[in-house]
């Protein structure tokens, strides 16, 4: 048996209110491939921050053992000096720089006053080559593409001594051939005798270069599985592990609901990328919702839920739309505002509140009354007044915890700051709501009461669009539900039909045949 | 209710002093300020003279204006315009040459404020819609117009002669409301006379012969408005439950209904109520309102907060962007006009440096370099402290050299106040 390399023992973190691991293990032997697999918000990247020590040690509790000593990082540096090098799915690169430069950025080569610029580039042009990369070190890193980008934070992590190599879903944003490429390049490593830890959503590639799985699910680690039988470990066993869990009164029951008739429609709608104009992020959409009906709209990270559900609230995202949107039965041509798309009675509630939701800085009032100011004033001057009994009516409604509605966004929990989103766009008195990701981030207990008002609102007629990667949640409120992968809707099903595993096998399916 | 839960409660009601010097951090550093300027040795009290305070006003009658122009851009999330000394002067110079060639004052005036206006309007094209970041639209501003304001002058100071512009807008001796209410009531001459002890016990011996009584009643007038709409206010905020306690209210609204008085009361002891000051409560109030009260003052706060949120909100950001920039130049206008009137003229350099004295009023009264937050009454407050710390230097002598770095000083420490306040609430 291999030497461990790398063991994390009870490795337990807790964020204000949230325990993010719980008593999590991990044992990882020199030289092997070692997949982290579980849903988003599992904890999988919370544990190679810890690892890295971006959460330093005193943060959280248990021990990390690497090379049989116990290690107490402080700080990136740290970790990186015995090398353990992490390699983060949003690529840390300078576009404007070259790519010598970026491989070398706080870790430059030669004296303290004066970079050896010759040295540099040589060393940096070694690693590239290693990593199967023919353009010279000297090149920007925004004249080439992402597959070749993420080829030069191997090559920078290579350059830092790396012994422990962390990918965090390093394919995401690439396309199948350089994926494979990807790959290949690990295994190649591998036989060197490097040692490496993959995290990734994309379970074909687990069982194509994984040694051993392990599968992490709400915060504590569930099995390792070996992948070193005849057959690789069937996708249908990880997903298992992935999603088994029970669910028991999670969530509330919608009864007497009655279903009326379409209110909102799209067909063949495409979006394309705002930045690269040639890349769709919404394929050939066609969907419906009815009135008091939920539908749910899962897919993994990427997929293009956000995109869509922002394309529909007057094209706030994306460029180049096409397709036909009916409200009522009647074709409505929307401009490009999100004005308009309120006006129409369309409302977006996002998935980051803090960055394009609330106004933190700002009181709970001032939050409910934004999207509809005109409601609460005359001629444009605002009745403080009545600003005021609407943010209470709303504090009542939804349960919101607070001393006054004079509070600060800022200073509220996150379960309470989403509850002051969807007060205000309650408070717009949509038709149709777009909830995007509504629950990520918070506790149960919060979870459940975003439910319920899921279910008032639903109950008063209203259209919800429920978008979310937590597959129990979409699987326990949707009506009906929608499967979209890689900008596509690949799946439509009841929800009495649904099941974890048809859903994921949906996906998956749809992503190899690509 | 448990014994820690009564201990709690009282906790919560009784007077928390960390809080109370956090939010009041600079009222407390103006009073702690002239309390020293007035108690300098060999110079006591001078600060407090009648003059001195007529004269507070009057010199920085443009940093209240262009404060307050500045105010609503920081709160776009921290953008400043560096442009409005240059258009103080331009403005100053097209008003002055146009009433030198004899053009109606009225016309003259609109005119003034007109270009200010345009000029607002155009800088905010370019950073709303064209997206040139507000530093550098108004650096080029800032560069163009004192160009301008060269050609405009050929590099030469003109002078104003019309009476009327420089008594309204400007500070000389004819720059008051006239006492109307002695001048009608000539009998009222023997009981404000050095004879009546009582009286001169009060208001002083070198001041009751001319004191300004239309001055005091007007300022009597506004401080009984003020109480009366506070009290309403607070009836109003006690029934729907806004506020639980009436008290700090009730003691807010003394203390400013007092400072009303005294101003008042030592404006009425020089030359009563200079027309300047008209202006300028007339400019606090209106934006002091709009900040407030308004749908676009809102919108103002929100962009400087969260523009990405606002913007899904289904506010047109770019719009209040150049709503910020087009009253600013008006502003600067206005600015613009009390400059020549109390320059009587202008020189081809005046308004230099004007900016930053807006921009350190702002930040001194806590608006918050990132956007977002910031009060009228904040900027207020950190104009007058300003201006107390300028006239104070003065009075004691301090060089002018020294002037400039202690007030780099004080503008940096007060911005550290707020950071580090903001920090703890983390």
């Not at chain 1, 969530?251 to 979006?271: A, D, L, N």
């Not at chain 2, 550093?29 to 003059?51: D, H, M, Q, Y």
């Not at chain 2, 009228?376 to 301090?398: D, H, R």
Request: net charge positive; glycine share 10%; charged share 20%.
């Amino acid at each position: 048996m291999a030497n461990i390399l790398l063991e994390m023992k009870n490795i337990t973190k807790t964020f204000p209110g949230v325990k993010a691991l719980d008593t999590v293990n991990l044992q990882v032997e020199e030289g092997e491939i070692h997949a982290l697999v579980g849903e988003n918000g599992a904890g999988k990247s919370t544990l190679m921050n810890v690892l890295s020590g971006i959460y330093p040690h005193g943060t959280y509790e248990g021990d990390i053992i690497y090379n049989g000593q116990v290690c107490r990082f402080s700080n990136i540096k740290d970790s990186e000096k015995l090398g353990i090098v992490i390699i983060h799915q949003e690529l840390a690169l300078v576009p404007e720089m070259t790519i010598g430069e970026n491989m070398y950025l706080g870790n430059e080569v030669g004296h303290k006053f004066a970079i050896n610029w010759n040295k540099t580039y040589a060393e940096a042009d070694k690693y590239l080559k290693m990593v199967g990369l023919e353009e010279s070190s000297k090149t920007l890193v925004k004249t080439i593409g992402t597959g070749k980008q993420q080829l030069v934070e191997i090559a920078k992590a290579l350059a830092k001594k790396a012994k422990l190599l962390i990918l965090d879903e390093p394919t995401s944003s690439l396309n199948e051939e350089d994926s494979r490429a990807l790959l290949d390049l690990m295994l190649s490593f591998k036989k060197q005798g490097m040692t490496m830890i993959i995290i990734t959503h994309k379970l074909n590639e687990v069982a194509y270069v994984a040694d051993k799985i392990t599968v992490i699910r709400d915060g504590t680690t569930i099995e390792t599985i070996d992948n070193h039988g005849k057959e690789p470990v069937s996708e249908e066993r990880i997903i298992k592990g992935m999603v088994g869990r029970e669910i028991t009164n999670r969530f509330p029951k919608r009864e007497g609901v009655k279903i009326g008739e379409v209110e909102m429609e799209i067909s063949h709608w495409t979006v394309h990328h705002p930045l690269y104009p040639e890349r769709k992020v919404v394929d050939d959409v066609s969907m419906y919702v009815r009135k008091g009906e939920v539908v749910g709209i899962y897919g993994l990270m990427g997929a293009g839920r956000t995109e869509l559900a922002m394309s529909i609230f007057g094209q706030s995202y994306g460029v180049n739309f096409s397709g036909e949107l009916k409200l009522d039965g009647k074709n409505v041509k929307m401009k490009k505002s999100e004005a308009d798309a309120i006006r129409h009675k369309i409302a977006y509630v996002t998935e980051d509140r803090k960055g394009n939701g609330l106004v933190l800085s700002q009181s709970i009032k001032v939050n409910t009354s934004l999207a509809n100011l005109g409601a609460i004033s005359s001629h444009t001057v605002i009745d403080g007044d009545r600003e005021y009994a609407v943010a209470e009516e709303y504090r009542n409604k939804l349960k919101i915890k607070t001393p006054s509605v004079e509070q600060l966004v800022g200073n509220l929990s996150g379960g309470n700051q989403q509850k002051v989103l969807l007060a205000k766009w309650m408070f717009a008195e949509p038709d149709v709501l777009l909830l995007d990701e509504p629950t990520r981030g918070i506790d149960v207990g919060a979870k459940y009461e975003i439910y319920c008002i899921i279910n008032d609102l639903a109950a008063a007629g209203k259209c919800v669009i429920l978008i979310s990667s937590e597959l129990p949640e979409v699987l326990g409120m949707s009506d009906r539900i929608y499967i979209m992968n890689e900008a596509k809707i690949v799946g439509e099903m009841k929800a009495e039909e649904a099941t974890q595993e048809k859903i994921m096998t949906a996906i998956l399916r749809s992503g190899r045949g690509a | 209710m448990t014994m820690s839960e009564k201990r709690a409660a009282k906790a919560t009601r009784s007077f928390n002093l960390g809080e109370f010097f956090q939010k009041y951090t600079m009222i407390i550093a103006l009073v702690v300020v002239t309390i020293i300027f007035s108690r300098w040795p060999g110079k006591e009290g001078l600060i407090l003279l009648p003059s001195n305070l007529t004269g507070l006003i009057a010199e920085n009658a443009y940093v209240f204006v262009l404060a307050t122009g500045m105010l609503l851009c920081i709160l776009t999330g921290g953008n400043i315009d560096l442009s409005v000394g240059s258009v103080v002067c331009f403005t100053a110079a097209v008003g002055c040459i146009m009433m030198a060639s004899g053009a109606n004052i009225w016309v003259t005036v609109l005119a003034m404020l007109a270009i200010g206006l345009a000029i607002g309007v155009f800088q905010g094209f370019w950073i709303a819609k064209l997206r040139v970041p507000a530093f550098i639209a108004t650096l080029a501003g800032m560069y163009a117009f004192r160009g301008f304001s060269n050609v405009v002058l050929n590099g030469y100071r003109v002078d104003i002669t019309n009476q009327t512009f420089l008594m309204l807008f400007g500070n000389g001796k004819t720059s008051f409301v006239p006492d109307v209410i002695r001048q009608q009531f000539t009998g009222l001459d023997s009981i404000f006379n050095k004879e009546n002890t009582a009286l001169a016990g009060i208001i002083g011996e070198n001041f009751i012969t001319n004191f300004n009584l239309t001055c005091m009643v007007l300022g009597a007038l506004a401080a009984l408005i003020f109480v009366i709409a506070r009290i309403r206010r607070i009836r109003v905020q006690k029934k729907l439950g806004i506020i639980q306690s009436t008290w700090g209210q009730v003691v807010s609204t003394v203390i400013i209904a007092l400072l009303v008085l005294w101003v008042a009361f030592k404006l009425s002891c020089y030359r009563g109520l200079p027309y300047v000051l008209i202006w300028i409560a007339l400019v606090l109030g209106i934006y002091a309102y709009i900040t407030t009260k308004t749908a676009i003052g809102r919108h103002l706060y929100a962009v400087g907060g969260n523009e990405k949120a606002t913007a899904l909100s289904g506010v047109k950001t770019r719009n209040v962007y150049w709503f910020a920039y087009a009253n600013i130049g008006l502003l600067a206008g206005l600015a613009g006009i009390l400059t020549a009137g109390r320059a009587k003229g202008i020189d081809p350099v005046y308004g230099e440096g004007y900016e930053m004295d807006a921009i350190a009023a702002c930040f001194i009264g806590g608006a918050s370099a990132y956007g977002g937050t910031g009060k009228v009454s904040g900027m207020i407050i950190g104009a007058i402290l300003m201006g107390v710390i300028n006239k104070g230097m003065i009075i004691v002598g301090v060089d002018a050299n020294y002037q400039k770095v202690v007030k780099g000083i004080v503008l940096l420490i007060a911005v550290m106040f707020d950071v580090l306040s903001k920090r703890q609430k983390r």
